[in-house]
């Protein structure tokens, strides 16, 4: 691993510092490129406005005239935690916003597979709906829309993925990577795209005389839940997403949050008045994601759209069941599948540019995190495949994969599929993650094409491991006080949390549950404690080391500690 301390531009610590930013704060945020202080002011009046959104008034006149004849709408979401976020905010925003019939059908991963395909249009037709609304998915959903379109239905498609060269024949699409989108954010998630098309519906009804400034609904309940699909789904944190984040974790911490959610902190041993990004994104959002992938998303959905406590509550306990048994399965599949993929080379040698796995036993619904997992380890873009369960689709193989910087991973997909044609029946996502689908017999084609370009696109520094940190921890800001400060910053993709990096003495060192290495270390003269989670190696008595900050608490003391996120090599 090469540790790289970022460039910390002086004019932009200043210009934060003026400001009152706190001098920690200022190098960190300066580090990510805030230069201004006004970047900083995470008020719902410094969000992006949704006029800018292409096709986001269109979306709120047809849910407008919806409403105003009362037709029922039915909401298509996706099995993962953005997917039942952005659901959960859609029926609640439009009941909130006058809506009598709102419903909402959420696919199956097995049987179903992914986005809103013809046979879902035909339950969505056969339950009494009229509007068809997809959350999260649906911009590639040609067939999908087609047939939607064709019994009747109203579409409107709201998704964030990036679309292919045809896009649906929906009424309306709401996605700012579509074509013609001017939208500065790129990259919010879907459940950002659907609580944007409830405020531009908000206005067009104000505009209609339903409301006024006064008596219009509070649609900021809704935060919270567009907080934690943001942070669950690893969209890149920019500006407009960090408000979004910081308005959600506000409610969140003043307790103003949904019941499911309330709950989901209890289930998870965290505490929501002391919320974090971490929380939701290693703690709430996996539980969520959970029934999507072992069981039935709903269960998730609704979870986040009960408003009884005991409801709440025992939902939240099944998913907190569930996601132990997303756990186990994940860690045997982990073991196997990292032992297929170090089968591909030698010991001692380098892995090859990418990495495709596949095993009979493995379950496609933990296929993704698998290959987090392996991408982590070997720093090569990764593909972990499972056999489809669908009926009469045995022959397929789903895979999910997970990419490094500078490797953009639907492209590779496309290229794949233009080289191979046929071998890749689907395939979709975004730059660090992507998901196809190819027949078994074709595994072997699709792995050498993967490589192909890899090799072609990876050079000899994207394939080697890099960590960005904040370079040296001064003593002073080694305080407990500071660790909370952080802590309630709002971090994620792109906005990495603090990583400080520089040389420390190891005084003694020990394993704990047999897979964690617990340090005691000795920092700017100073002893401090550690552990490095999943590493086993022992380390030399001094070592540059890279560290994020946390604290924990021994007979009521509280006391800092380092996480280690690695060594130089």
Request: hydrophobic share 45%; glycine share 8%; charged share 25%.
């Amino acid at each position: 691993m090469n540790i790289t301390p970022r460039d910390i531009p002086p004019r932009s610590v200043w210009a934060l510092e003026q400001a009152g930013v706190h001098p920690l704060l200022a190098q960190l945020y300066a580090a990510r490129g805030v230069t201004q202080p006004d970047e900083l002011d995470n008020a719902l009046s410094r969000l992006l406005p949704p006029d800018g959104l292409k096709g986001v008034r269109e979306a709120a006149v047809l849910l407008a005239d919806a409403i105003a004849a009362q037709k029922r709408l039915c909401i298509v979401a996706d099995y993962d935690c953005d997917g039942a976020t952005a659901c959960a905010v859609a029926v609640r925003g439009l009941r909130l916003l006058g809506a009598q019939h709102v419903s909402y059908l959420v696919p199956d991963r097995v049987v179903d597979g992914y986005g809103l395909t013809a046979p879902i249009s035909q339950r969505v037709f056969d339950q009494g709906a009229d509007v068809l609304i997809t959350v999260d998915n649906g911009i590639a959903s040609i067939e999908g829309v087609a047939r939607a379109k064709a019994l009747g239905l109203q579409v409107l498609v709201t998704d964030h993925h990036l679309p292919a060269a045809a896009l649906p024949d929906a009424d309306v699409i709401v996605n700012p990577n579509q074509p013609g989108c001017t939208f500065e954010s790129k990259a919010m998630a879907g459940v950002g795209v659907m609580f944007y098309v409830l405020l531009a519906l908000r206005s067009e009804l104000r505009t209609r005389g339903v409301f006024d400034a006064a008596t219009q609904p509070k649609l900021d309940a809704l935060l919270p839940l567009v907080a934690l699909g943001t942070v669950a789904d690893v969209v890149r944190l920019d500006a407009n997403n960090r408000r979004l984040v910081a308005q959600g974790l506000k409610r969140v911490r003043a307790l103003a949050l949904p019941e499911g959610l309330a709950a989901l902190f209890v289930a998870s041993g965290r505490q929501a008045a002391k919320a974090t990004t971490f929380d939701f994104g290693f703690a709430l959002g996996p539980r969520i994601n959970a029934a999507g992938r072992l069981s039935d998303m709903t269960l998730g959905i609704e979870c986040l759209l009960t408003d009884d406590p005991a409801r709440a509550d025992e939902l939240a306990r099944t998913l907190d069941g569930i996601n132990r048994e997303r756990r186990v399965i994940e860690g045997d599949m982990r073991e196997q599948a990292m032992l297929v993929a170090e089968s591909l080379f030698d010991e001692g040698d380098e892995p090859p540019p990418a990495i495709c796995v596949f095993d009979p036993d493995f379950h496609e619904g933990v296929v993704g995190i698998v290959a987090s997992r392996i991408k982590d380890k070997l720093h090569r873009p990764t593909f972990v495949f499972a056999a489809s369960q669908a009926p009469g689709k045995e022959h397929e193989l789903k895979g999910s994969g997970r990419s490094i910087p500078g490797f953009h991973l639907r492209d590779a997909l496309d290229l794949v599929a233009k080289r191979y044609p046929g071998v890749l029946l689907r395939f979709g996502g975004h730059a660090m993650a992507a998901g196809c689908t190819v027949a078994e017999e074709h595994f072997d084609t699709f792995e050498q094409g993967l490589n192909e370009v890899a090799h072609e696109w990876l050079d000899a520094a994207t394939l080697q491991r890099r960590l960005a940190t904040d370079g040296p921890l001064l003593p002073a800001y080694r305080r407990v006080d500071l660790v909370d400060t952080l802590h309630e910053a709002v971090w994620g993709q792109g906005f990495a949390a603090p990583t400080f990096s520089e040389e420390v003495e190891v005084i003694s060192q020990r394993l704990v549950g047999e897979k964690h290495l617990s340090l005691k270390l000795k920092h700017q003269g100073e002893p401090v404690d550690a552990i490095w989670f999943g590493h086993t190696e022992p380390l030399p008595a001094k070592v540059t080391m890279a560290f994020r900050l946390d604290a924990d608490e021994w007979n009521g003391v509280r006391r800092v500690k380092f996480f280690v996120e690695g060594v130089q090599d």
